[in-house]
């Protein structure tokens, strides 16, 4: 119960991510930097006297997976958020969220989860409500092209941040880890923005509100949310949940921004959380194993 608790809340919390960037008016990837280098300002003197011990007893191993692992949030971040200046949000929605059935297949190997056909049905269930919403608006030409695959490698990169959070969950907590990779991945970030030649100034007091909000609400809760609840159930589970963003996207577009959900918006949403609950009552003891 405590998992599904964490869970809903990550999903919550991600789901304010779509507003928060839609009202800052700023290049996307001053955005993504400025939403890991203010959560990890916030963090990392939050976690400093965990985190100086466990880098200390690092092994060489696991500190190449957080470096990784700040590798795929950063490239998560940055290559989703610059798709949509090529190809449609649609094309985009889609293949970014194609990291379920990579998270699911990597897991088989490196922990033997071998899913029931009821999750595979879940999954298959839920991708299918996020083809309904955003059916209609899908993209196509050389440009769409390029956006589609910088969003599939940004779904890639969110599934290898997921599995090496699962990977490390026995032998690094949870306060460090997180302080850690979202301060390397803020560095990336930062790096990456100041090498495309981006001011870091200049824009609105409105705008950079929603950078802090994008830090605190979405990072800090959510992806947070998201790093605890893979401590807890399998990966793939996870992934699944997060599923739930554009449904949460929507309706608190409709509260907030007045945005009006069409009909297939809704039976879409009505299928994703239908397919997430699925996958979510195969609790562990339901899988198989090889």
């Not at 928060?20 to 996307?28: K, V």
């Not at 970014?96 to 990597?106: G, M, Q, R």
């Amino acid at each position: 119960m405590k998992a599904y608790l964490v869970l809903l809340v990550g999903v919550v919390s991600v789901s304010f991510a779509a507003i928060f960037i839609r009202l800052a008016e700023a290049p996307p990837l001053v955005i993504a930097a400025y939403r890991l280098t203010i959560a990890s300002l916030i963090l990392v003197p939050m976690a400093y006297k965990k985190t100086i011990p466990s880098v200390k007893r690092l092994p060489g191993r696991d500190g190449l997976l957080l470096f990784f692992s700040s590798f795929f949030l950063a490239l998560h971040f940055a290559l989703w958020i610059t798709s949509l200046s090529y190809t449609s949000i649609a094309s985009s929605v889609i293949l970014v969220t194609c990291h379920p059935a990579f998270v699911a297949s990597i897991s088989y190997f490196l922990w033997h989860e071998v899913l029931n056909r009821l999750t595979i049905g879940g999954m298959a269930l839920a991708f299918v409500g996020i083809v309904l919403i955003n059916y209609g608006g899908f993209t196509f030409g050389s440009q769409a092209i390029l956006g589609d695959v910088l969003a599939l490698i940004a779904g890639f990169a969110m599934g290898g941040y997921l599995i090496i959070g699962g990977q490390v969950k026995a032998r690094i907590e949870l306060l460090p880890y997180l302080a850690m990779v979202y301060a390397g991945a803020a560095v990336m970030l930062l790096l990456a923005t100041a090498g495309f030649g981006y001011s870091f100034t200049g824009y609105s007091g409105t705008t950079y509100l929603m950078m802090v909000l994008l830090a605190v609400v979405p990072q800090l809760i959510g992806h947070s949310s998201f790093n605890l609840a893979v401590r807890l159930i399998p990966v793939t589970f996870v992934s699944v949940a997060i599923l739930g963003e554009p449904v949460g996207a929507t309706l608190l577009g409709y509260f907030i921004l007045d945005e009006v959900p069409t009909v297939k918006e809704i039976i879409g949403g009505v299928l994703i959380l239908a397919g997430i609950f699925i996958v979510l009552r195969q609790t562990p003891q339901y899988l198989g194993t090889k």
